[in-house]
C-alpha cells in the first residue's frame, strides 16, 4: 500500500506561487500515473495535472496550462506541482494520487491512492 503526504498548501495573494509536494512510501508501479486533482466543496474531484512516471510524460487540465508545472524526484519518491501566478478560482483543497490506470490517468476513481489533502486559498 502506497502512502502519500502533501505538503506547501496555504494562503497567497491572486498573482503568487506555492509548490506542493507529496512524498511517496511503498511500491509504486512506473506504468502507473501519478496526480494532483484538486476538489470544490460539493463537487467531485478533478484532474489538474498528471504524470505518467515511467516516460514522464504530463497532461494539465486546461485552465492550469502554463501556470502550473508537475515534476516527480525519482530519488526522493516526492511528486511536485509548481503553481505560479495563482488565481481565486485555484483555491480548493489538492490531493496527491498515485496508481493511476495508464489511459485513464485523468479519473480520480482509477486511483489506487491518495494523500489527505491540502488547502490552497488564494485572495484577489
Known amino acids: 500500500q502506497v502512502q502519500l503526504v502533501e505538503s506547501g498548501g496555504g494562503s497567497v495573494q491572486a498573482g503568487g506561487s506555492l509548490r506542493l509536494s507529496c512524498a511517496a512510501s511503498g511500491y509504486l508501479d512506473s506504468d502507473d500515473c501519478m496526480a494532483w486533482f484538486r476538489q470544490y466543496p460539493g463537487n467531485e474531484r478533478e484532474a489538474v495535472a498528471i504524470?505518467?512516471?515511467?516516460?514522464?510524460?504530463?497532461d494539465y487540465a486546461d485552465s492550469v496550462k502554463g501556470r502550473f508545472t508537475i515534476s516527480q524526484d525519482n530519488a526522493k519518491n516526492t511528486l511536485y506541482l509548481d503553481m505560479n501566478d495563482l488565481r481565486p478560482e485555484d483555491s480548493a483543497t489538492y490531493y496527491c494520487?498515485?496508481?493511476?490506470?495508464?489511459?485513464?490517468?485523468?479519473?480520480?476513481?482509477?486511483?489506487?491512492?491518495w494523500g489527505r489533502g491540502t488547502q490552497v486559498t488564494v485572495s484577489s
Open positions: 504524470i505518467q512516471t515511467y516516460f514522464g510524460i504530463t
Open positions: 494520487a498515485a496508481g493511476g490506470r495508464f489511459g485513464y490517468c485523468r479519473v480520480w476513481r482509477e486511483y489506487k491512492s
